[in-house]
């Protein structure tokens, strides 16, 4: 069973469309995350919910929008989506306050946008 | 706030060759420290981790120990293989959220 999955893997699509990308975990974690990894590998938080409520919003632009149905799925909206958008973004949940406070991630999604 | 420095890659190595990758880190208190590795065209995969100072996270030949008086973290296994190939990402977290993360260093290993 995957522990944290996400989809799609792939994501190609023009400038201006709106896309969104599908994440679930089935740890029973509290805590969900989205993480962006830019060309250069480097990976910094966008987005954390715990229990379904917003906790971290690192200065996305707005037109990034993620939901939480429920504390097992993170999704997340991206409207009007600009070239530097492409990246690889992973979905990651974790449980804190346990011994086990490691995150654990998805595969990825590697949207580009031409 | 909180950062983690790790060294430049890429580090290329032969096979069974010593690897070291340092990592060394700012923050406020005692955060708890991660090795993930990502393997070409995959996710992140914990490697490693330690809680709390001296502590020394080890897994698959790979080890690292939480130094509080320098505030490192380096990664080091005695003999790489040409399967450890892969991006290399020293983190660190504090009461178990969110992750802050190091650039990141590429391992090339030749046969």
């Known amino acids: 069973d995957t522990a944290v999955s996400q989809t799609p893997k792939y994501l190609v699509t023009q400038m201006g469309n709106d896309k969104s990308i599908k994440c679930e975990q089935n740890l029973g974690h509290d805590t969900m995350y989205w993480y962006k990894q830019d060309s250069k590998k480097f990976l910094k938080i966008m987005f954390s919910?715990?229990?379904?409520?917003?906790?971290i919003n690192e200065t996305v632009p707005n037109r990034f929008s993620p939901k939480s149905p429920d504390k097992a799925h993170l999704n997340l909206h991206i409207n009007s989506l600009e070239l530097g958008d492409s990246a690889v973004y992973f979905c990651?949940?974790?449980?804190?306050?346990?011994?086990?406070?490691?995150?654990?991630f998805g595969q990825g999604t590697r949207l580009t946008v031409v | 706030g909180n950062s983690v420095t790790q060294m430049e890659g890429p580090v290329t190595l032969s096979e069974e060759a010593f690897l070291t990758i340092n990592c060394t880190y700012t923050?406020?208190?005692?955060?708890?420290l991660f090795w993930y590795v990502q393997y070409p065209g995959e996710g992140l995969q914990l490697l490693l981790k330690?809680?709390?100072?001296?502590d020394k996270g080890s897994n698959k030949g790979f080890e690292a120990t939480y130094r509080k008086e320098t505030t490192s973290f380096h990664l080091e296994k005695g003999s790489v293989q040409v399967s450890d190939s892969a991006v290399y990402f020293c983190a660190l977290s504090q009461y178990g959220n969110k992750l802050v993360f190091g650039a990141g260093t590429i391992l090339r290993v030749k046969s």
């Open positions: 990651a949940s974790s449980q804190p306050g346990t011994s086990r406070t490691e995150a654990f």
């Open positions: 919910y715990n229990n379904k409520e917003l906790i």
């Open positions: 923050a406020t208190g005692y955060p708890s």
């Open positions: 330690a809680t709390k100072a001296d």
